[in-house]
Every structure is written in C-alpha cells, then in structure tokens.
C-alpha cells in the first residue's frame, strides 16, 4: 500500500467544454429596472398606460404584474445591450442630474453580468408632485 499514489486531475480551460451563452432581453430589463429604481430622483417606470394598469393591478391584489420590466425594453446582441428606459421624476430634480444617474447605474448593473452597453435611450414621461392627500389643507 505504500506504493499507492493518489492522482489529482486538473481542470484546465482546455478541458470546458464549448458553446455559446445568450442572455435574454428579459434578463437585462429586469437588471436595468432594479438599476433605474434606486437612483435618487427617480419616482416611477412606464408610461401613462403601464402606470394606470399597475395601479389597476394595486388594487386587485397584483401588485407585483409586471413590475419586473416594467418602462423597460432592451435587445441584446453579440453580448452588447441596448437599453430603452421610460421614467417618472420626482418633482423638482434636474433632469440631466436623474438620467445621467440613471446611465451610470444602469451601465454598472448589466456590464457586471458580462454585457456592453452599447446605447441607454431615457424619455422622461412624467413628473411626480407628489401625493395631494398629504398636502396640508
């Protein structure tokens, strides 16, 4: 037994196997969207229609339909993305200020899944005043 040897087998790059990976339009829209969300000034996504149909939703109990994606769409290609937001913005934010947060945290997001971001289009739909009920009477 003293001339037993264990063998280790190393794994090189040589050794993976090939093929090719793609990652949904889907997949990046989800990332933009959580990316777009936590930039200070930015109120909502979607426009006017998406809006109504998600406060329709809200109150129905499906709140979460459509969220996801929701002022997103995005088409990936040869592993760059380009990227088409709709956003609201709470009022009185610079918008130059928002958008240009927005691209940053939106580049930063998809380009740490491996992606380029080739383009991010931002139309800016809407502005939140915010809620009218709370304003003192």
Do not use: W
């Not at 959580?34 to 200070?40: N, Q």
């Amino acid at each position: 037994m003293a001339d037993e040897a264990t063998q280790e087998l190393s794994v090189t790059p040589d050794a993976v196997a090939g093929g090719t990976t793609h990652v949904s339009d889907e997949v990046v829209e989800k990332i933009a969207v959580a990316a777009a969300r936590s930039v200070p000034g930015v109120a909502d996504l979607g426009g006017d229609v998406a809006r109504f149909f998600n406060a329709v939703f809200d109150r129905v109990g499906l709140d979460q339909v459509g969220d996801a994606r929701r002022g997103c769409s995005a088409h990936v290609t040869n592993g760059a993305a380009v990227v088409n937001l709709v956003v609201v913005l709470d009022a009185g934010r610079p918008v130059p200020e928002v958008t240009d947060g927005v691209r940053a945290a939106v580049t930063r997001a998809v380009e740490a899944y491996g992606l380029r971001v080739d383009e991010i289009n931002i139309r800016v739909d809407d502005v939140a005043l915010g809620d009218p009920a709370a304003a003192p009477a």
